[in-house]
């Protein structure tokens, strides 16, 4: 094989041809590239062939992937063409995505080792900032979605909200109940958001979603059922779950205030230590939660009500259907007997969307998917945090949970 040859295919470039390789001062390899005759002058939206434009600014360089310890650099000339559409663009090359001093491979690895490893790792092996990283992974999801139709058979669908930076902001996220897979992200929690992904749904596939879980938020369900006929709304596990703890922590809250106040510093100091306890799945408790919630049962009856009242509300996801819509109307029951007020508020909201809560539990909506996506997200984004934009986030998050990574170069 002719040495040029070799390089090509030691740095993965297809329909280019390699005009000199130069290893400079410091180490960096630099390799002068074109495109080959069938590649040259064309437009990098629409493909097409274009009259050409200018020179442009001159020759360009572009990180490719390293060649053992050494850098390795494409360049090459970027002239410009006059898309009859797009109008004066610099022209596509093979090895690169428009507008991207990286070049395909280069970018294909670094989302790779994105999902795959820490975000230190990627940062030290591809000697990148941690930022670039962000950008580099919504380039390559913008790619892929454009491939690939996430929202062609969607029947039943989940809406989610996930705050980023620390509860300021706030993506709407829909998941494929089917695949389990993430099907569309955006920033923003209100309407606007929700009628956008409708509208980007077409009217014909509005009509094939059957089943829709969301929050109770009106936001949410009053664009669904306009635009969704067939669908039935649910008011998911995941949400109810979450309310029931939520009340159960105002009234840990309180008791814990009125014991510090009335001057009962021991169980004041057990009680500020209780939460997990008390959030916990029974089964998962450690031996000393197991001691503390005892304790609770102890010392305080009306926190240890609001314990079992959550628990129980629990319980009505995990028993077969019949027998857990029996399980609800005791517990609403129980609930509007128990003098807790938190309590009484999530059940005259369960009751106002009974029919809600119920078409969940009949349509055996699996709640331990929605808390798993939940945990995962969570978990992305957190490590978004670093993050400007939200958009960079919302790569992370499609790549890693919507099957959308490319795999590694070759
Ligand atoms: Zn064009």
């Known amino acids: 094989m002719r040495p040029l040859r070799i390089w090509k295919k030691l740095l993965g470039i297809e329909r280019a041809v390699i005009e000199q390789v130069e290893l400079e001062q410091g180490g960096a390899l630099v390799v002068s590239v074109r495109p080959n005759a069938r590649e040259r002058g064309r437009c990098p939206h629409c493909r097409r062939r274009c009259p050409g434009y200018d020179w442009g600014e ?39 995505r428009h507008d991207s001093n990286f070049t395909r491979a280069f970018q294909e690895q670094v989302a790779w080792l994105t999902l795959n490893t820490s975000k230190s790792a990627v940062c030290e092996l591809m000697r990148i900032a941690w930022r670039r990283v962000g950008w580099i992974c919504a380039r390559v999801l913008a790619e892929q979605t454009a491939k690939r139709d996430l929202c062609a058979a969607l029947r039943p669908i989940g809406f989610h909200e996930i705050s980023i930076r620390k509860g300021q902001r706030y993506l709407t996220v829909v998941v494929d109940h089917d695949s389990g897979r993430l099907v569309w992200a955006h920033p923003g929690r209100d309407r606007k958001t929700v009628e ?63 014991a510090r ?103 055996k909506l699996s709640n331990a998917r929605l808390q798993q996506l939940n945990t995962q997200l969570r978990l992305i984004t957190r490590r978004g945090f670093g993050y400007h934009s939200p958009w960079a986030v919302i790569a992370l998050a499609m790549l890693s949970l919507s099957g959308l990574c490319p795999p590694l170069p070759s």
Do not use: M
């Open 58 to 96: 001159g020759r360009r360089r572009g990180r490719a992937l390293d060649l053992g310890t050494n850098f390795g650099f494409l360049e090459a000339e970027a002239p410009r063409v006059a898309c009859r559409r797009q109008g004066v663009l610099v022209a596509a090359v093979p090895w690169a």
């Open 196 to 258: 956008r992904f409708l509208e980007l749904l077409s009217k014909q596939r509005c009509a094939q979603i059957k089943l829709v879980s969301c929050d109770d938020a009106e936001w949410i369900t009053r664009p669904l059922s306009q635009r969704c006929g067939n669908a039935v709304i649910c008011l998911d596990a995941f949400h109810i779950v979450k309310a029931a703890t939520d009340a159960l922590d105002e009234i840990r809250r309180q008791v814990w205030n009125e």
């Open 261 to 363: 106040k009335a001057g009962q510093t021991q169980l004041a100091r057990e009680l500020k230590g209780a939460r997990f306890a008390l959030c916990k799945n029974p089964g998962n408790l450690s031996e000393r939660q197991q001691l503390t919630l005892a304790r609770i049962q102890q010392l305080n009856q009306r926190l240890y009500r609001a314990y079992l009242l959550a628990q129980q509300l629990r319980e009505i996801y995990r028993v077969p259907t019949g027998h857990a819509l029996a399980l609800l109307e005791a517990w609403l029951k129980w609930a509007r007997r128990s003098r807790l007020q938190p309590f009484l508020k999530l059940a005259r909201r369960i009751t106002e969307q009974r029919a809600r809560v119920e078409a969940a539990i009949t349509n």
